[in-house]
């Protein structure tokens, strides 16, 4: 369990990115993690790797508390981070080095990832693309078998082939042990992927909370995503975009209409309506607490 409670920080005096904020994830899923550019997701992403410390408020996950980078939390946590550095040094020669961190690394599961990746133990990261190191770092966190894996913008410079590779990689790395967090702006490359999906949304003054926390069948449970021909009050729409013959429209689902969840008309919801997606999940949501 990863569980944030009344979480402030800021990286500056005086100018707070959250305030009070509630968060918990449990093991056995692959979470999305979404919000607009600056809401402080690779943030959040550090705050529960450790590399980070709240000002107020308690981070744990686990039993540990991951700023105190207690040996035991370190093993069992792996950030991908969204900008890295890799040593000039042969794919092997990188996993000898750094596997003996991580107790539950399996090797042949990462050969298996380089292999599937169209890459070779012997290549030099330095001589690698941006998009091959990353399926690297991305092979060698799965791989680690840690229980918390954090993944920020993991398919950014991956190519179309290997972003469902990666889907399937993941998809077969998750078990129940196992607590996946992405956070992405991609939300195309992992719809099919995440689940639940946790979206930052301002609160107030450039402050950023949980404005949802659900699972893909409370969001569809509770709202509709489809096409309507006319914008008419038969349904409390919460969103609409003009779209060829007519609007794609996000309504409360008060009939319990089933219809297929549009991320990236959910984020648009969310951040349009933040308080009223607030009030219809407001079991999941922190942004009620304003
Ligand atoms: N090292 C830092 N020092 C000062 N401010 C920072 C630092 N890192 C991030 N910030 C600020 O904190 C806020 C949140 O940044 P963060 O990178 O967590 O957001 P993000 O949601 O991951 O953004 P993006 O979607 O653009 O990657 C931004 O306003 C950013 O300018």
């Known amino acids: 369990m990863i569980e944030l409670t009344k979480v402030s920080f800021g990286y500056q005096r005086g100018r707070p990115l959250y305030e009070g904020l509630d968060l918990t994830l449990s093991e056995g899923s692959i979470y999305g993690l979404l919000g607009p550019n600056g809401a402080g997701k690779s943030t959040l992403l550090r705050l529960m790797s450790g590399l980070l410390y709240p000002k107020a408020g308690a981070i744990r996950v686990g039993n540990y508390v991951p700023g105190d980078r207690h040996p035991a939390f370190l093993e069992d946590t792996f950030l991908v981070p969204e900008e890295f550095y890799m040593p000039p040094v042969r794919i092997r020669q990188f996993v000898d080095s750094n596997a003996p961190f991580y107790p539950r690394f ?69 078990d129940e042990r196992r607590i996946v967090v992405i956070s992405t702006h991609q939300i195309r490359d992992l719809e099919a992927l995440i689940d639940p999906v946790v979206i930052l949304a301002e609160r107030s003054r450039s402050r950023m909370t949980v404005a949802l926390k659900a699972s893909v069948e409370e969001i569809t449970a509770k709202l509709w995503f489809g096409m309507v021909s006319e914008l008419d009050s038969s349904r409390p729409i919460l969103y609409s975009e003009r779209a060829v013959g007519g609007y794609a429209i996000v309504a409360e689902n008060q009939s319990g209409e089933p219809s297929r969840l549009d991320l990236e008309r959910l984020f648009n919801t969310v951040q349009a309506e933040p308080q009223r997606i607030s009030q219809l999940f407001s079991s999941t949501s922190t942004y009620a607490a304003v």
């Open 106 to 174: 399996d090797r042949s599961q990462m050969k298996h990832y380089v292999q599937e990746f169209g890459l070779t133990d012997d290549q030099k990261l330095n001589e690698l693309s941006y998009g091959q190191k990353k399926k690297v770092l991305i092979g060698f966190g799965l791989a680690t078998n840690t229980a918390v894996l954090l993944m920020d913008e993991p398919t950014n410079g991956l190519d179309i082939p290997s972003k469902s590779q990666f889907r399937r990689l993941v998809a077969g790395a998750v």
